[in-house]
């Protein structure tokens, strides 16, 4: 790529999106305490924050307020109708690997199965994308990572 002069002014670059995924479900609270949301507000002033920083599609999971990731529908619906309102120009996208429980205490997540995937389908309001990892585009993102993107997350704790 060769640059002349004013070639990096935004009118002359060619077209960019940019995806954000600052929820981070593998992620614990003692990790990154202060960049991972837990209330309502602060999922949607993430979303607002990578918006004003450039992104255009926001990849959505929802925290429960003791930090683990929700497996309640009524939770990615209460953030999608937030983020309609806040960023309604961003394209939201939820991953399709998600599982969803019943609202009970207690209740188990119906993970991978075909009925909990056809449970994105009841999401309201309607995500923009649906992700969707499949056989062998399933990476191990362990393999990828350093010893040095771990240290001292609650990745490099043995089980």
Request: hydrophobic share 40%; charged share 30%.
């Amino acid at each position: 790529m060769h640059f002349h002069d004013d070639a990096l002014f935004p009118e002359l670059q060619d077209k960019l999106v940019i995806t954000a995924a600052p929820y981070g479900p593998e992620w614990e609270l003692d990790d990154f305490r202060e960049d991972l949301p837990l209330t309502m507000e602060e999922h949607i002033q993430q979303a607002v924050d990578c918006y004003e920083a450039g992104a255009t599609v926001l990849h959505i999971h929802v925290r429960e307020e003791d930090g683990k990731g929700s497996k309640r529908l009524s939770k990615f619906n209460e953030l999608l109708a937030g983020l309609r309102e806040a960023v309604p120009d961003m394209i939201l996208q939820v991953g399709g690997s998600i599982s969803f429980a019943p609202e009970g205490d207690g209740a188990d997540a119906k993970w991978l199965s075909d009925d909990t995937r056809h449970m994105l389908a009841e999401l309201d309001p309607k995500p923009d994308q649906v992700t969707i990892a499949i056989n062998t585009s399933q990476m191990n993102i362990m393999e990828l990572m350093t010893e040095d993107d771990i240290a001292g997350t609650s990745l490099a704790r043995p089980e």
